[in-house]
């Protein structure tokens, strides 16, 4: 099936309300969802800038009034083959998951999968030779693939739930 896309915004950008909201069954895509890689977005990004345009191959990241969609082929391959976890609980330690990354700090990386299946990839973690910057490797939806390293549970009087390391 193909995709009307409602909107496709830069990096760190929200999204654009219209005076009565957005028309029912849309989606949004963020530019750096149009591809695996930054650049080849960019220029799909002067193709596809406007909206109504029709994509074949898409996978929703996030359900809501408006859907937030990915044209990655790195994550839709790996849903397709039932390998993109969306819950804490289906990750095993050891696993080679395909991700997207969602932020980038001083001490690591955040890898969001499915919905707000998130995992920390801790600056010693993100190569065998000295990192002093994450930021210098890494971008905001850059296509990643995460070897998992822990799984542990967390009770801190919060919210509580599963921690995953890559």
Same mark, same amino acid.
């Given at each position: 099936p193909h995709y009307v896309i409602y909107l496709i915004t830069p990096a760190g950008a929200g999204p654009a309300e219209k005076k009565n909201g957005p028309p029912p069954a849309t989606a949004r895509i963020p530019l750096e969802h149009?591809? #695996? #890689?930054?650049?080849? &977005? +960019? $220029?799909? !990004?002067?193709?596809?800038?406007?909206? $109504? %345009? /029709?994509? /074949? +191959?898409? !996978?929703?990241? /996030?359900? $809501? %009034?408006? !859907?937030?969609? %990915? &044209? /990655?082929?790195?994550?839709i391959q790996a849903h397709k083959r039932n390998e993109l976890p969306s819950k804490a609980d289906s990750i095993t330690e050891g696993a080679l998951i395909p991700g997207y990354v969602s932020a980038v700090k001083d001490f690591g990386v955040f890898v969001r999968f499915l919905g707000h299946l998130t995992a920390l990839a801790p600056r010693n973690s993100l190569s065998n030779a000295f990192v002093s910057s994450p930021r210098r490797l890494f971008r905001w939806g850059q296509s990643v693939l995460c070897h998992v390293k822990a799984k542990s549970t967390q009770d801190d009087g919060g919210e509580g739930g599963t921690r995953v390391t890559v």
């Open positions: 149009l591809s #695996d #890689d930054l650049e080849h &977005a +960019q $220029g799909l !990004m002067r193709v596809f800038r406007k909206e $109504g %345009t /029709k994509l /074949k +191959q898409l !996978m929703v990241l /996030k359900h $809501g %009034t408006v !859907m937030v969609v %990915t &044209a /990655k082929p790195l994550l």
